[in-house]
């Protein structure tokens, strides 16, 4: 009849298929865990970019986290305080200003840290 008519798959270019295998102590098995779960990695992923860029970033913590949800709060804050200022000019929003500035400057001290 007539001829397979299916498409061939060509072989996708990059595809890995070599391996290499290291052994590990029980300790350096547990580290290495411990990092790649850190920077929310596979193992392979995490050794894969350590061989080839020499570092990884992790992904933030709950505290980093937190202090950017508290940014972007103050981000908002601001940006309705800019809204009431227009309407109802500057003296009506400059007591909430300040303590707004305050805690930006709180927040931006423990980025430093």
Known sequence: MGEDKRKVRKKE???RTRKVAIKLSVEE?????????AAGLYMAAYVRKMIFKG???????EEEKGLFRGLIDLSNTLHQLQTIAQNQGCSAVTPTLEIQCA?????????KQ
């Open 13 to 15: 270019e990059g595809k």
């Open 29 to 37: 098995h547990q580290l290495l865990d411990n990092r790649s779960q």
């Open 55 to 61: 570092k990884v970033i992790p992904r933030f913590t």
């Open 103 to 111: 805690l930006i400057d709180q927040l931006l001290k423990k980025f």
